[in-house]
């Protein structure tokens, strides 16, 4: 008879920078088929990920009741890439309302399970009520950070702290009380949630009373690699006294990457692939902002003339430009340089794709030489598990501390710009497209790190006979830890019930 599999239960924020990488976990655990996922998350989130599953898997999806209609948004808003980004912490906000019923969801499948706890519950960095539930039920819970450590770390730390607002310098810059291994941060580095909060704004005080929830958590998983993000692992070690386990890079594979894009898809993988292999080595810039990012009117323009007068092949995912309803038709003739696209179609230096483009296929082809990119984490990693450097231009949340790691520790990426309303000129942007892609010696560099950073990662994921990499003994020992500390968490709540 086959031995019962334990149950893991994973709940990810309704964004899709946060489902994706929870996804890519589940399947990552589903694979050593030892363990049940179970995987939570509001219906329309749930339809529109079961066509992501491979058509073998064996994870389970829980609806959980949710009206957008009683929190303020739109009818049937459950995801943060259909709502525009003020409406993003209305939706955190209502996400801390389902506490209630999530606990109830547990205490169902205690039940139905004859009493047998859950192995662990998995929550998003932003489900910080998500601990308590777990202590009160007696099941382990870690926080699963689709973040790397140390743009989290920035992001934790001036969220609790605020220092921007205190420690000012004469120019401009500040220090993290907390984490001053990160170095002098600019106010220009925040993003404009953070510059304007003043601990009474909405932003501030979500984060000010779940953030600090983690403490009751078992420790926080992360997705990233131990040997080039450890300042940031180390912060949250030391401040909140929980392990942490990097068991990046966690990722979709190319193919359940494609079905997860295929409703939005742009362009076919098949002809994107046609169009790399006509196209030398090392000769393509990819440009994408990711699902919920998009740039002004006139950073589009310029963005437009830079890769035209860099004479650089190019992939260039758009969206509308800010002001504009992101997931709208595209209007080439008013948003991008006149005749714009006929020229690039007709030179064959380029494509201009609407919504999405199968990244993995692109940043994976020999042809693909740099990314330009908002830095946010999944495609940071996705980036550097080809080799891939990058030109980086944060738009929200921690990715303005993402660019600041690779520029400054890491040195595999040139900051292009920052955030959606910093001026652009096209002339500097063709420039430092041109200082990653040639062949000068900062060029160089920077390429040579890239795939001295694609080595750590392949050292830390391999798994062979006599030999594991560091996040493979990080995942192992998250799942040690699970289950001492799940027994102990049972033996204390069982001695309240008696």
Sequence with gaps: MAEKRENVVMFPFMAQGHIIPF??????????????????????????????LPPNSSIQFLEIPFNSSDHGLPPNTENCDV?????????LEASASLRTVFKQLIEDIIQEEDGHRPLCIIGDIFFGWMAGVAQELGVFHAVFSGAGGFGLACYYSIWLNLPHKEIKLADNHFLLPDFQEASKIHLTQLPLTMSEADGTDSWSV??????????KSGGILFNTVEEFDHIGLMYFMRKLGRPVWPVGPILLSIENRARAGKEAAGITP?????????????????????????????????????LEVSGKNFIWVVRPPLGFDINSEFKANEWLPEGFEERIRESKKGLVVHKWAPQLEILSHKSTSAFLSHCGWNSVLESLSYGVPLLGWAMAAEQFFNVKLLVEEVG??????????CEVNHEDVAAKIEL????????KEIRRKASQ???????AMKDEKGF???????????????????????????GRCT
């Design 468 to 494: 594991k990499g560091s996040s493979v003994k990080a995942m192992d020992n998250f799942f040690n830890a699970a289950r001492t500390m799940r027994g102990q968490a049972q033996k204390q709540q069982n």
């Design 83 to 91: 709502v525009p980004y003020h409406f993003v912490v209305r939706l």
């Design 23 to 52: 996804l890519a976990l589940a399947l990552h655990i589903e694979k050593t088929g030892k363990y049940k996922i179970t995987f939570v998350n509001t219906p329309l989130n749930i339809k529109k990920l079961r066509s992501s």
């Design 453 to 459: 950073v694609r080595e750590m990662i392949k050292n």
């Design 270 to 306: 098949e002809f994107c692939k046609a169009w790399l292999d006509t196209k030398p080595q090392n000769s393509v810039l990819y440009v994408s902002f990711g699902s919920m990012n998009t740039i002004s009117p006139s950073q589009m323009m310029q963005l437009a003339k830079a």
């Design 412 to 421: 595999v990426c040139v900051e292009v710009a920052r955030g959606k309303a």
């Design 206 to 215: 979500f984060h000010g009373k779940y953030l600090p929830e983690w403490s």
């Design 436 to 443: 990653v892609m040639s062949d000068c010696e900062k060029g």
